[in-house]
């Protein structure tokens, strides 16, 4: 079964299948490395200094102590994910705005 789709996309069901089981026996840490390593391939890509957005910082920074089973609440982890939210709302730039909800 297909992952329902979030954004408005033509769509290849092959691929989608394949990520969608790839998704689905993947470890949850893995998948927010993954996440984040694409997230700041992408701001790079943009020329986004992404050390220097503090809504960013605290959002890496909250998911890498998370992988790491470090002492994070979940409060924090929905702060963070609401922060970098909130600056994704706030453009107009479709890439930047799925990068940024990428990162958290």
Known sequence: MYTKLKIKIIDNNNIREKIDELY?????VDLAQWSISIAKHILGLLGVDYNKVYEIVVGFKT???????????????RQAGFAVHR?????DDEIY???????T
Request: glycine share 0%; proline share 0%.
């Open 24 to 28: 689905e026996f993947t470890d949850q």
């Open 63 to 77: 998911n890498e102590l998370w992988q790491q089973y470090k002492n994070v609440r979940v409060q924090e982890i």
């Open 87 to 91: 600056l994704a709302r706030e453009t």
């Open 97 to 103: 705005k799925t990068a940024l909800r990428m990162a």
